[in-house]
């Protein structure tokens, strides 16, 4: 069985363990992920079920007695044995023989128990003594052509729940594209929040209009693709949530509007809502797109600017950075990206850095400057010390390190730690360093390239040659792919023909220093206003810090000024 959240997978199981138990007795294997969802499943939901039916509780034995054989992982009854075990435990799926093999979550097991192979084949040889062996395995499915549970569906019947359209009197499966809904949206806190005013579900084949209500006091069926499978004795079912008792389909549109543009979120919504394959079609923008895209500034600084982070590359003989601006709802901004030739232990290169990046001041078009907020710089390759030297030195103006974790289980940014800087084997002193889960900055700064329409999250792009087709290669350079052969299977990999990915790791060196830095934009914005004239009124009684003037002697003996925010 395929199935979505909510629809019954786990009392499936419980009812069919209850009625071996009480009606057709024999021995069951009931395999979990791993030894700890067992052991949660027998507390939360095997134990409950025995308690409280009476015929059960009759037969098996009492946990509390001196002898009892009624343990978390192992209950006896008469007739046979219940036994949960991990995916992994191959003496568990392999030491007995078994009449009955349950499977919950199938497609989050191991690929191996141990190295003895497949946990499932391993169980499945347990029942060869028994004619009547029966085995059933459930799950909410995962990814498309790496899940298991797709292709055990694949060798039964395939059918699917499909109900009944109250016009045309057709069956059909409620799936997600037929569903049509209307909402609300607004800023709450800074964050976007949906209001669902109406869900309803057009017919496929007559196209007609029925709500939720109606749909699910239809009546409906199980329909099969592949009913010949029934002759080799292998049944499949798929089932979403559309048809749950237990969700509404308010509920579940809301969680795919909070779902868009997070990748991960989405997959959820995928699986367990909408009872779908996840499927990575690697549709990131392409570098022609992202080229189409640019734009024309009309200064260094476009309007909506309002913290800038720089992110830098440490290479051997040279130095790359950007300048990204960021402004509301994580908008951004590419302003410079730039290199700097020179090696990270020559002190004449980083005064360079200090020229173009760390200690320059970015103008909007009416002269008013930003200098960057902050700044992360990579300590990886061989001049990690001297690149800590320099920060060091640097921390007035908040120029950090960073070290880069890959793995989708890192923090994207979490809070620097002390590190020693040592210079000719002597640490002369300690400087901050930031730890940076990469891998979820760079799904980040993917998902934020696909959104289409300035605004919220949207990535603006200068029509200069430091944004030619040479940066958007490097920026489009990796991508997230599936390989179930690994512990963590989700890896990001280098796009053939794209070796150079300096483009990506500075912005996301950005991105990560934006994230860590306290800014409060709205703050911000009103200063901003109000240095042009422009306060917000709702920000009147905010106290705008006053800012710093300082003087240029123009020609012809004027004093000019200019304000820096």
Known sequence: MVAASQVGKSEFLNNTIGYIIDEDPGSILFVHPTTIDAKEYSKLRIAPMIRDCPTLKKKVADPKSRDSSNTILQ????????????????????????????????????????????????????QTTFYNAKAVEVSTPTIKNASAIEASYAEGTMERWKSKCPHCGEYHEINFEDIRYEYEQKIVAGRKTYK???????????????????????????????????????????????????????????????????????????????GLLWEDRGDLEDEDSLMARREEYGAELPDGVLVLTAGVDTQDDRMEYEVVGHGHFGETWGIEKGIIMGRPDDTN????????VFNRVFRFEDGLGLRC??????????????????????????????????????SYTAPPKKMKVVVNKVAIGTCWQYQLGVDSGKQIIMDDLKVKKPGSKFCHFPKRDDYGPGFFAGLLSERLVYDPAKKQPWIWQKIPGHERNEALDCRN??????????????????????????????GVATPVPKPQRRSLKAKGGLDTYYEEW
């Open 75 to 126: 209950k006896t009854y008469p007739g046979g044995i219940l036994t949960l075990c991990g995916s992994t435990e191959a003496h568990a799926l392999a030491s007995k023989p078994i009449r009955y093999v349950l499977g919950d979550e199938r497609d989050r097991w191991a690929t191996s128990a141990g190295n003895e192979g497949d946990p499932w084949d391993l169980a499945m040889a347990r």
């Open 349 to 356: 290169t980083w005064t360079k850095l200090d020229e173009v």
């Open 509 to 538: 060196y950005a991105l990560a220093a934006f994230k860590a830095l306290p800014a409060n934009l709205d703050e911000i914005d009103r200063g901003l206003k109000a240095l042009r004239g422009k306060a917000d009124p709702t």
């Open 196 to 274: 669902i005013t109406s869900v309803w579900y057009i017919c496929p084949g007559c196209g007609c209009i029925s709500d939720e209500i109606t749909m699910k006091r239809q009546p409906a069926r199980w329909e099969a693709d592949n009913p010949d499978a029934h002759l080799q004795g292998v049944r499949s079912f798929w089932l979403n949530a559309f048809v749950s008792q237990w969700a509404s389909w308010n509920s579940i549109i809301l969680k795919y509007l909070n779902a868009i543009g997070n990748t991960r979120k989405l997959q959820v919504v995928y699986n367990t809502c909408f």
């Open 373 to 410: 907020s902050m700044s992360f710089v990579d300590e990886g390759g061989h001049f990690t010390q001297d690149v800590r030297l320099q920060c060091r030195a640097r921390i007035s103006r908040k120029v950090f390190c960073i070290k880069g974790m890959s793995g989708p289980d890192k």
